[in-house]
């Protein structure tokens, strides 16, 4: 078997898939297999796919109709044969010897997950739009926000303070993925960040490697550039609503009510100075439900009555 399982969703990124799969079968730690699943594409990157198939037995493809990502991530979940698990996005690439540092770190040091740094590679037009670019400029930054000296540390509550909310520079044990059936959630965007979530719920150590290992190509007409202002966007207080059922599940909710609380407040701040959401009406009944059936903090009800006040 295979020690390490790269899964990738591939999706009408012709232009960008080879160097991604160039860089993942490039890997100094070469015993990998390689699932990739193509979801739907209606360029050539199915014939892409096919021909380094036939080159390179690592590879398995999974082709289906177009679900998304998560359905393809899961898809690629559910054949996974190996010890461990990365993820790679189809238009990114990363670095030769990245698989070897995340897996010696892994073994040595027996973490729940290993994470590594990240670079953003800015390859948008000059045509961009503003908001495309605003968010281009901040992206790096926001990595960077989460870099540590290298090193093993504790698994915090605070989950989201201490990890980008991606699934992309990190190496997890597929036990724990199995052993709780985490999956991707089907329609909705922001699903790195709850399944993240599932994962790291039953964490209690990671590593952290201090170097740029990820290497996140922006682009425009990627999922990242493409979320804000739409109508998906209250998806994100879906994802909350979501990420509380699991604390309730998994652990005390009592040691992250509040914590929870802070980041749906933080969330639906952002949501309206970034996101711009185009019903008010559907975002606060999203809140007042949140409210009345999931986190009864104090601090939610402050925050809601201003918002109401405010409308």
């Known amino acids: 078997m295979p020690k390490i399982s790269f899964i990738i969703p591939v999706y009408n990124v012709a232009s960008y898939l080879p160097k991604c799969l160039d860089s993942v079968l490039a890997q100094t730690f070469a015993d990998t297999e390689v699932i990739c699943i193509n979801d739907g594409s209606t360029d050539d990157s199915g014939k892409i796919l096919q021909n380094y198939a036939v080159k390179d037995k690592r590879i398995?493809?999974?082709?289906?109709?177009?679900?998304?990502?998560?359905?393809?991530r899961n898809a690629g979940l559910k054949i996974v044969q190996s010890d461990y698990v990365?993820?790679?996005?189809?238009?990114?690439?990363?670095?030769p010897n990245m698989a070897e540092k995340l897996y010696?770190?892994?073994?040595?040091e027996n973490p729940d997950v290993v994470?590594?740094?990240?670079?953003?590679?800015?390859?948008l037009p000059k045509d961009a739009s503003p908001d495309v670019i605003e968010w281009q400029s901040w992206l790096q930054p926001w990595f960077d926000e989460y870099v540590k000296p290298t090193g093993i540390y504790e698994v915090p509550k605070t989950i989201?303070?201490?990890?980008?909310s991606v699934v992309w520079n990190k190496l997890y044990k597929a036990s724990i993925i199995k052993?709780?059936?985490?999956?991707?959630?089907?329609?909705l965007i922001e699903e790195d960040e709850y399944w993240l979530w599932a994962y790291m719920l039953h964490c209690k150590k990671y590593a952290f490697i201090n170097e740029r290992l990820y290497y996140y190509i922006q682009r425009s007409g990627s999922i990242m550039t493409t979320r804000n202002g739409n109508e998906k966007v209250l998806d994100i207080l879906e994802i909350e609503r979501r990420i509380y059922k699991l604390a309730k599940k998994y652990a005390d909710i009592n040691d992250y009510q509040e914590i929870l609380a802070d980041w749906y407040i933080k969330t639906v701040g952002e949501i309206l100075e970034y996101r711009k959401p185009k019903d008010m009406t559907a975002l606060l009944n999203k809140f007042e439900d949140y409210?009345?059936?999931?986190?009864?903090?104090?601090?939610?009800?402050?925050?809601?009555?201003?918002?109401?006040?405010?409308?």
Do not use: H
């Open 60 to 72: 398995k493809v999974i082709n289906q109709s177009n679900q998304g990502i998560s359905a393809a």
């Open 86 to 95: 990365m993820f790679v996005d189809s238009d990114d690439y990363i670095a």
């Open 104 to 108: 010696k770190t892994m073994i040595e």
């Open 115 to 123: 994470v590594c740094s990240a670079e953003c590679v800015n390859q």
């Open 160 to 164: 989201k303070d201490e990890f980008v």
């Open 179 to 187: 052993e709780y059936k985490i999956e991707f959630p089907l329609g």
């Open 291 to 311: 409210m009345q059936n999931y986190n009864s903090s104090v601090k939610l009800r402050e925050f809601y009555e201003k918002l109401q006040n405010a409308k």
